[in-house]
């Protein structure tokens, strides 16, 4: 079965210094792997994704994320954090061998809330 | 302007009266799916529609129904609802449900309150 981990329920940053919040995988197959961010009373906006080739992936307001199949990880990252990017961000997994049914459906992680202070 | 609407976006009720929330897409994709959100324990799948005419439960779908007469159209139903089910719930749509690649789209929400 897959599965998705954030293992930090905060992660707590100073304007301007580089962020990371974490994510790691399970999946039978190769993963697809995504993150999402979710600002206060809002839903969730598509940030990247990873589907094949470069490990680092760019997405929108400048964050990447690196795929490191050898340790099932999906990092999200930022080099100088703002304090607008405090938000709440899920990381989300699928099975790229499991087309249609359950098994293809995206399985999120709980969600790690990123706090920056001026 | 590609967009997933979700109403009511608040809704306050009672138990067991029967309620419906509304989701639509005009982005012409084929996958829809209902999740909750629920503090601590992220989003959850209700249920989820491949096509038209095609629904399929997710990880949470008892005391949900679910229906997909049109595409674009994807209704979440409580016939009963209980306490439990107070959540806030969000609509999400993709290109297509067998393209693992394919990101979601989200709905704004629909926070809902059962007393």
Same mark, same amino acid.
């Given at each position: ?6 293992? @930090? %329920?905060?992660?707590?940053? /100073? @304007? ?26 809002? #839903? ?9 080739? %470069? ?29 607008? %990017? ?11 061998? /499991? +087309? #249609? ?18 | @302007? ?9 809704l306050?009720t009672v138990t067991g009266k029967k309620l ?9 994709? !084929? +996958? ?5 959100? %629920? ?7 209700? +249920?989820?529609?491949?096509?038209? !005419?095609?629904?399929?439960? #997710?990880?949470?779908? !008892?005391g ?5 007469? !049109? ?7 409580l016939e009963s609802p209980s306490p439990n089910q107070t ?14 690649? +394919? @990101?979601?789209?989200?709905?704004? #929400?629909?926070?809902l309150?059962v007393t």
């Amino acid at each position: 079965a897959q599965s998705v981990a954030q293992p @930090e %329920d905060q992660v707590n940053v /100073a @304007e301007g210094n580089p962020l990371t919040v974490k994510c790691t995988y399970s999946v039978s197959g190769n993963p697809y792997l995504f993150w999402y961010v979710q600002y206060p009373n809002r #839903g969730l906006q598509f940030l990247l994704k990873y589907i094949t080739g %470069d490990n680092l992936v760019k997405g929108s307001y400048g964050f990447e994320a690196e795929f490191n199949k050898s340790q099932t990880s999906f990092h999200l990252k930022k080099p100088s954090a703002l304090v607008s %990017d405090s938000a709440l961000y899920f990381c989300a997994v699928r099975d790229g061998f /499991a +087309y #249609g049914g359950s098994q293809g459906n995206l399985i999120f992680g709980k969600g790690t809330k990123l706090s920056v202070k001026p | @302007e590609a967009q997933v609407t979700q109403n009511p976006r608040y809704l306050i009720t009672v138990t067991g009266k029967k309620l419906t929330v509304t989701c639509s897409q005009n982005m012409n994709h !084929e +996958y829809m799916s209902w999740y909750r959100q %629920d503090p601590g324990l992220g989003l959850r799948q209700i +249920y989820y529609s491949m096509n038209v !005419e095609v629904t399929d439960k #997710g990880d949470v779908p !008892e005391g949900y129904k679910v229906s997909r007469k !049109e595409k674009r159209n994807f209704p979440l139903i409580l016939e009963s609802p209980s306490p439990n089910q107070t959540s806030l719930y969000f609509c999400a749509t993709s290109l297509s449900g067998t393209g693992a690649r +394919y @990101e979601q789209y989200f709905g704004p #929400g629909t926070r809902l309150t059962v007393t």
